[in-house]
């Protein structure tokens, strides 16, 4: 009997494309009846809770009566072919000297139920069954191994969303079928596998899901090959398999290396590759891994997509047009286009979260930094540590695209190690409100004009402790966006948002506002190297926005006035601006858009974050510190 516990996670990328259905309908009391398991073990699969305590998951896990009823029976087929299919394994290894010197690493079978939509109370619920066949990294003995796989940032993604936005561009996703088996496994060391007990029979004929992918002659050849695998014998890895540790290395080396065949770089930012057009907009290419999503203008997204299929194994292609209207997911976000641009959100995700109802007697009324303290001693409870670590996670997660709820996550999470019943109540009625409001979205919206970043920072202080909170806001606006634009901000294309704790002790307000300022500086000048990649010279100088009159006074005079052990901080920030020949602008605080990222703001009504800068600002008066005479800056002073 297979252990179905015996199990690690993969990713439902992972699943190759050509896998028909396999739909069970089962209603939530049928399930409940599955039968016993192992040593008389209660296995029986309650679906709803499992749902809810994976929150919003959608693998179940198999129990022994699954697997006895032969649910599982066309799926392991399926595993089994794709692994023979792609020559995953190599030569049979010895039982030898040499062989035990060598990483053996053992096998074994994942079987899950994948839901294929969110179950409804009384109603069927509709699944597939899932198989995976991995190896036991955690055995490999290999010291020298590369395991770094890099994946884009939100950051570098949304710049070239606004790219493909603004360029009129479309967009084409893919995803590559059963990626790590496509690998080669050309590692200095080479590593082995044994072979688990079960090992599923090729039937004598070519089944009907495999006829898309496989010939009468492919399938005697696979057969022929199946015969020659024995359970338990150990074979060399010829390519990745999941579970190697580095699997995601050695895939994302050979994917580089053919889309650099194609005319793509990789050096602007992590997992972001460009590519120049002759006369027009360049073409840019993202990888999570194994979820590809390119750029470009007509049908050169579809068109490199295609390319790199010729070498891969790939399933269908999604296309987004440009100026036109559809929804896609990708990397667990949303993207929703229409003729304006485009809505980023991770509406599906917050949707589905599968939150207990809050009790009347224990609702209260917000959250903010009334309620979020440090617990007592007395008031540390650490049975609620797996569920309060459940709890952060689902919400860190689901603020990676909402600025808005950012600063809870911070505030709440850290006291992971020391739960309490109130700030679990807290994290439970920060997720419900979410719920309630629904997904903020990240817009992404179209201009007139020629580009230029804008950095919003904000420092938060509090008195009775000395310490700070840090935050900032980097947009793309259009250089018509001057002080004497009447036009409001209205929060639309963020690049780049972030707040941090400043545990350093201050003596007023400017000291953490300067270090934010100091912060965001160094953030936008990573963000300014990839868009001055795409742009070019039609890139303006950036603008950076602060709401702090001391700190602005500060760099108007290079000098600190409250707290000098800040110097440093000061004259490398002004350094950094005149680097990039910032302009510097200030803003009253109430309009200040990093403002949220700082302050817990519970929310009672939509928050709209205006910006109107005042006629005084100057652009950074440099190291003289003195106005800037007519000549370079005034020559460039167009639309700033």
Known sequence: MVDVHDCVSSEDSDIPHDDALYTAVYTTAEAQSAGKGVKGEDNSLTLKKAHVSKGGATNLPATQ???KAGHFNESDLKEWVSILKHGVLGKVLPVSKETRTTSVLNMGWRKTWKLLEKEKEGEPVRRKAKSRLYCKGFQDKRQQLNTYAGTPRLWALMTM?????????SLAFVDISTAFLQAEENSPEKVAVRLPQHLPKLPPELPGWAMDSLGPRDWASLKELAKTMRPGEIRELDKALYGLRNAPYLFIEQFREIVRSHGYKSNVAESILLRDRVGGPKDVMAHHIDDVMAAGMGSSARLSIE????????????????DTVGRVTYVGMQFERSAEGMEVHQGDYVKELALEPLPDSHKIPV?????????????????????????????GWAVKTQPRWRV?????????????PKLLLSLRRVLTKMQQMGAQKMTIRKFQGRPRLALFTDGGFESS?????????????????????TTRSDGSNVLMFSTKAHKQLHVSSSGPE????QWGVKNLWRLQYLCRSLWGEDLQDPMVVIDCKPVYDQLRRQETISEPKLGPALLYTIQELDLINAITKWSPRKNQ???????????SAPREHTVYLSQGDRRHWGRTGKKPAAGRHEKKRTGG
Request: glycine share 6%; no cysteine; hydrophobic share 40%.
């Open 465 to 485: 402790t000395g310490r700070g909170r840090l935050g900032f806001v980097i947009r793309l606006i259009s250089e018509h966006w001057t002080p004497e634009s």
């Open 593 to 603: 858009e990093a403002d949220v990222l700082t302050k817990a703001i519970w929310p």
């Open 307 to 322: 390319a790199i299929g010729e070498k891969l194994a790939m399933g269908p292609i999604t296309e987004l047009p440009a």
């Open 514 to 517: 300067l270090i934010a300022l």
């Open 65 to 67: 009566a699954d697997l």
């Open 408 to 420: 809870f996550y911070d505030l709440l999470a850290k006291y992971s190690h020391q739960p309490s």
């Open 367 to 395: 959250v903010d930094s009334s309620t979020i303290k440090p617990p007592l001693p007395e008031e540390v409870d650490m049975t609620l540590e797996k569920a309060y670590r459940t709890h952060a996670g689902w919400l």
């Open 161 to 169: 969303l606004t790219y493909a936005v603004l360029q009129g561009q």
